[in-house]
């Protein structure tokens, strides 16, 4: 019978020194006139993992009591290794070692390769379970924006509108004039498109409309899509003012230290909605400014209508319009680009065979590659080209 004490310690199969105590059982259950119920009792396991346990050493001694691999046999979707080395090499063949797929499979057609032609999906695969490939960032067609916006030049130039956040249980919406620092407005408002485009139309009407705008790139002020347009941007930029996406906060540092001294300065004593009032009133009104040498915000802003920018729209070969879904016809097909340009129409430029710029107005939206129906990122060279 098998000591007591390891049994107790090793009960079954599934702890360490396990080959040790499957060697001890098999000896014991093998040993002559023995008891095999009673040992695989004993050991805490059933008749027929006794029997399979001894066929096991019987078969290959103690290395057949260790652990087995489970991995099939045989895989019908393996690939051969000789595929896999020729894939491989035409890989760390290429410049820098960069080609994919599809450039892979391309010289393997133009060398009339002996081997059978893997399918795009193995090729990917096999590029990555031997660390070639390099993982790709989702595609994102807005572009990239270089440096601080130019400064304000004077009153109603640039306005900076952006949300303070949480505060209080609210995210109040903050539009201050850039060169004087004056709170134009600051009220708890949804920062939605409606709720925007309503407060920013009434200090139109109010103060003229700035020339420029400077907000970030979070909605409604921004998106993901062409040129970060959305539907509120679109409106201003109809009404033809220049809208400046900053890339980080800092290059919106106005209306940030604006919601720090509203963190610092404004009351908690009062209903959110005076307490906003009253810091703005303070703000404009009282607090110097070390900016403004000590002036108040009020005594340099003066409101006046200014002239919009012009908007020069460039040469181009071709026009669409834009459906209510977003997208353009071209060639029987639609292509989407954006449903904040819906009922507006965009131009097209050919720069080559098949490669169109699109515009709207005066921006730059994206490449559009006309032999694959699908809109590409603009290059630096053309988000900085003026019209």
């Not at 000789?82 to 010289?107: F, H, N, Q, Y």
């Not at 031997?130 to 595609?139: F, T």
């Not at 067609?141 to 916006?149: E, Q, S, V």
Request: proline letters at 8%.
């Amino acid at each position: 019978m098998p000591d007591t004490f390891a049994v107790e310690v090793l009960m079954s199969w599934g702890q360490e020194d396990v080959t040790v105590l499957k060697a001890k059982f098999v000896r014991e259950f093998d040993a002559p006139g023995a008891n095999r119920s009673e040992v695989c009792r004993a050991y805490d396991i059933t008749r027929e993992t006794g029997y399979q346990t001894a066929r096991a050493y019987r078969a290959a001694g103690i290395p057949g009591l260790g652990p087995r691999s489970k991995a099939p046999h045989h895989h019908p979707n393996a690939v051969d290794s000789d595929v896999v080395e020729m894939v491989l090499a035409l890989r760390d063949a290429s410049p820098r070692g960069t080609w994919g797929a599809t450039k892979i499979l391309d010289l393997w057609a133009r060398n009339r390769i002996e081997l059978g032609s893997p399918c795009r999906a193995t090729v990917t695969r096999i590029l990555h379970d031997y660390k070639r490939s390099v993982p790709r960032r989702a595609r994102n067609l807005t572009p990239k924006t270089r440096g601080a916006p130019p400064p304000a030049a004077c009153p109603n130039d640039v306005w900076a509108i952006d949300a303070k956040g949480l505060w209080r249980g609210i995210d109040p919406l903050s539009v201050i004039d850039v060169h004087s620092r004056y709170a134009l407005d600051l009220t708890d408002v949804p920062i939605n498109t409606v709720e925007v485009q309503r407060v920013t139309g009434k200090l139109f009407d109010k103060h003229g409309p700035p020339r420029r705008i400077r907000c970030d790139g979070g909605p409604p002020f921004g998106s993901y899509g062409v040129a970060k347009l959305t539907r509120l941007v679109v409106w201003w930029l109809d009404l033809g003012i220049v809208v400046e996406h900053v890339e980080c906060a800092q290059h919106n540092g106005h209306v940030e230290r604006f919601h720090r001294t509203i963190e610092q300065e404004a009351s908690h004593d009062v209903n959110v909605a005076e307490a906003l009032r009253d810091f703005r009133d303070t703000y404009n009104e009282l607090r110097p400014h070390e900016m403004l040498q000590g002036r108040v915000p009020s005594e340099v802003y003066r409101p006046r209508p200014l002239e919009p920018t012009p908007f020069i729209v460039p040469r181009y070969d071709d026009e669409r319009l834009v459906f209510g879904d977003g997208s353009f016809k071209w060639g029987g097909e639609r292509i989407y680009i954006s449903d904040a340009l819906c009922s507006r129409t965009i131009t097209f430029r050919a720069l080559e065979k098949h490669l169109w710029l699109i515009r709207y107005l005066h921006i730059p939206l994206a490449l559009f590659n006309e032999r694959r129906s699908k809109l590409q990122r603009l290059p630096p060279e053309i988000v900085e080209l003026q019209p």
